[in-house]
């Protein structure tokens, strides 16, 4: 295996580092005054900067080359480090366009969707000009096992009506979210479990709709994407909005799980060398009972070992990467799940170590390590928790070892 970069990738790692640096950083404290007069809009300043992203061709990097037209046309391989360099600053990925859960949303549309579906929907998305949501959990099921959905996706005539109580639901609370992709039951009594799932595209402002609240996260709204708890009452959308057909929803979930849970871990392992950057800057500089405390052996370790465990997770990133570009997403589904078990913890850890040097300034809005905190937390749920993985994963290795 040779993750040595190409021309063309060390030229984009050079240009995406430099846009991050010199217009993305700038912008951050503008970003924070707007956000805090209005935490559902998109702050004006991040329009701008993503009309400069896309002025210079840094745009929608994320979607693998096999979707031809509307590519940047990278392999996975050759985005992970991109991605990396994006998950070092809040607002980077989509400054980009390359942020979940638009990312999913538009890999599953320009894979599943139709012709129709995909100028009305995946368009605009790629042209960064509206944002989407991904409505699958509900606060009365165990939706780590998405066939225990229980929201109704009923066809009435030339319609699909929708009914059904969904919960953080990223994105959704965002003014500019106009489109959902939504996962609901056509069959629910079908006696194959994984054909009884729909996903049907439903426009945020269809009458029945109501985002009702921002869930929190860890004390916070993460406004503006905010994960919203979204009511369907009677939902009508034309029986067209469905996505491949009946019954394929799963199917769907499934395709779009991979990528979206991979670039996760890319940005992971970007904000944990931040994390371990911003360590090493705060050892050097603070001085505790007579001595930088980088002359402490405890601040050494933490150093080191955070170190190996981010280079481990990202050799196995560029790993899973590589086997998603050579032999498809369903033939790396291991690599995908060592990843997506490993990247969050790893991170949680090397950003805990990072706090703890900090001190108090370490939890404080002063520096980017609580967002990344929370973040990473919340990994270890959203795209399947660990011990879902883990089941899966001890399961078959088990099948093919034992
Ligand atoms: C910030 C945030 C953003 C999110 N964004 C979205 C979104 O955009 N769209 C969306 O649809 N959902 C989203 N989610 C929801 C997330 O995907 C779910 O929380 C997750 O799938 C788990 O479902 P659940 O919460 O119903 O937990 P449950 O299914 O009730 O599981 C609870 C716990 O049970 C344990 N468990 C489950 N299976 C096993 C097992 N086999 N063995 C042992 N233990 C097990 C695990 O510890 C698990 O955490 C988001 C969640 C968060 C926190």
């Known amino acids: 295996m040779n993750f040595e970069y190409s021309d063309k990738v060390k030229e984009l790692i050079a240009q995406v580092r430099d846009f991050i640096d010199n217009e993305v950083v700038p912008a951050e404290p503008t ?4 956000l805090a007069k209005n935490p559902w809009e998109t702050p004006p300043v991040l329009d701008q900067l993503k009309e400069k992203a896309k002025a210079k061709g840094l745009w929608n990097l994320f979607l693998p080359r096999e979707h031809g037209d509307f590519t940047a046309g990278l392999t996975n391989l050759e985005y992970a480090p991109l991605a990396e360099l994006m998950g070092r600053h809040h607002i980077a990925s989509e400054a980009f366009n390359c942020a979940a859960p ?4 538009m890999e599953v549309l320009a894979k599943y969707g139709n012709a129709q579906q995909q100028e009305q929907w995946l368009k605009p998305l790629l042209e960064g000009k509206i944002r989407s ?8 099921v165990a939706s780590s096992d998405a066939t225990n959905i229980e929201t109704s996706i009923t066809r009435d005539g030339d319609d699909y009506v929708i009914n059904g109580r969904k919960f953080y639901i990223s994105g959704a609370m965002r003014k500019s979210c106009e489109i959902m992709i939504v996962m609901g039951k056509t069959d629910p009594d ?6 009884q799932q729909s996903q049907i595209l439903v426009p945020t402002k269809t009458p029945g709709v109501t985002v009702k609240r921002a869930m929190q996260v860890l004390g916070s709204v993460d406004a503006p994407e905010g ?28 395709g779009r799980l991979g990528p979206g849970r991979i670039h996760h871990c890319m940005r992971l392992i970007g904000a944990s060398q931040r994390a371990l950057e911003l360590m090493c800057k705060r050892a050097n500089e603070r001085v505790v009972f007579g001595q930088p405390m980088i002359k402490h052996g405890s601040v050494r370790e933490d150093i080191a070992k955070s170190a190996c465990e981010i280079e481990q997770a990202r050799l196995l990133t560029l790993k899973a990467a590589d086997a998603m570009d050579r032999y498809g997403n369903k033939e790396a ?20 170590r990072a706090m703890q040097i900090h001190g108090a300034v370490g939890l404080s809005q002063d520096t980017p390590l609580a967002g990344f905190f929370a973040y990473a937390r919340t990994l270890r749920l959203a795209d399947g ?8 994963l001890g399961r078959n290795l088990a099948k093919q070892l034992g």
């Open 31 to 34: 970003y924070e005054e707007q």
């Open 133 to 140: 949501a991904f409505a699958m959990t509900e606060p009365e």
């Open 385 to 392: 928790p660990d011990q879902v993985h883990m089941m899966q």
């Open 190 to 195: 079908n006696p194959n479990r994984h054909q």
């Open 227 to 254: 994960h919203a708890e979204v009511i369907f009452e009677n939902v009508r959308v034309p029986k067209e909005n469905i996505i491949l057909g009946e019954g394929r929803g799963f199917e769907i979930a499934q």
């Open 333 to 352: 589904k291991e690599l995908i799940a060592m990843i997506k078990i490993i990247a969050p913890n790893m991170a949680l850890r090397v950003i805990d």
């Open 102 to 105: 638009d990312t999913g949303n």
